[in-house]
Nanobody
Framework: VQLQAFGGGLVQAGGSLRLSCAAS????????MGWYRQAPGKERELVAR???????YHVPSVKGRFTVSRDNAKNTVYLQMTSLKPEDTAAYYC???????????GGQGTQVTVSS
């Protein structure tokens, strides 16, 4: 399985970014997909996840600002991020979630930096 995340960058507070994650080597539509992030010196944490049928969950700190979506025909999961805050600065990773356990398959992640 390969997961390739891209779309990060440097943005001012209040700005927006759209992350994408292209998956290969699996039957994408069968799996829950998730976005996680890891800030320097902190644990990797869940940001949002989406079921194979499109049911979403966003952690409280991003709810109303971030939106996870997926396109099963393109084997791609997205994270639309708006009203970004400096505390959103982190490396963002996508994962396949199997039995509530995220599998990252060594994906590189994409860096998001929000300046104040």
């Amino acid at each position: 399985v390969q997961l390739q995340a891209f779309g990060g960058g440097l943005v001012q507070a209040g700005g927006s970014l759209r992350l994408s994650c292209a998956a290969s080597g699996l039957t994408f539509g069968n799996y829950v997909m998730g976005w996680y992030r890891q800030a320097p010196g902190k644990e990797r944490e869940l940001v949002a996840r989406i079921s194979s049928g499109g049911i979403t969950y966003h952690v409280p700190s991003v709810k109303g600002r971030f939106t996870v979506s997926r396109d099963n025909a393109k084997n791609t999961v997205y994270l639309q991020m708006t009203s970004l805050k400096p505390e959103d600065t982190a490396a963002y990773y996508c994962a396949v979630i199997v039995g509530l356990v995220p599998k990252f398959y060594g994906g590189q992640g994409t860096q998001v930096t929000v300046s104040s």
